[in-house]
């Protein structure tokens, strides 16, 4: 988060959707619980960033969809453990030239992202391929050396 950001109180955030300020403290702890961290002042109390409301905000709206808290939570821990946002696009997708825009770039990262999965598929084929030569030539070593090391029917008594 860059230092410029605005932090709001919980009683703010609570105030902005339109929910009791012990929610935000009991959705802001399972959060927490699951890994989300919030900055806190010299009283110990969280302050909330525009990312911590949106969290707070698809929390509610998750919940309001059906979702238990537990599931919702944890998505969300998820998302920002892996550093995904859930904040709204940067640009509108409602501009017919922006959205064709949109679609050539992801059509284009789309494709890398298939001939780099194409690369790897073949580099593992190819590492299983060596991996069975291994395995038959080792195979066929044990056998010779067993033959070697087995008497002859004439030495059985020696």
């Known amino acids: 988060m860059k230092n410029d950001t605005k932090f709001y109180s919980s009683k703010e955030v609570a105030k902005r959707l339109s929910i009791q300020p012990v929610t935000v403290r009991k959705y802001s702890q399972m959060l ?3 890994g989300v961290s919030f900055k806190k002042d010299e009283k110990g109390w969280r302050e909330y960033s525009e990312d ?3 969290f707070l905000e698809y929390l509610c709206n998750m919940k309001s969809m059906g979702k238990s808290l537990e ?3 944890n998505h969300i821990a998820m998302l920002y453990r892996a550093n995904l946002s859930i904040a709204q696009p940067a640009i509108s997708l409602h501009e ?3 959205l064709i825009e949109f679609m050539k770039v992801q059509h284009e990262f789309n494709e890398k992202l298939v001939a ?3 690369k790897i598929e073949q580099r593992q ?3 299983d391929h060596n991996l069975m030569q291994v395995l038959l030539e080792t195979q066929e070593v044990k056998k010779e050396l067993v033959a070697t090391q087995q008497k002859k029917w004439w030495r059985l008594w020696q």
């Open 116 to 118: 780099q999965l194409e």
């Open 52 to 54: 911590h409301i949106a």
């Open 32 to 34: 927490e619980d699951k």
């Open 71 to 73: 599931e919702s939570a």
């Open 125 to 127: 084929m190819e590492r």
């Open 96 to 98: 017919p030239n922006i």
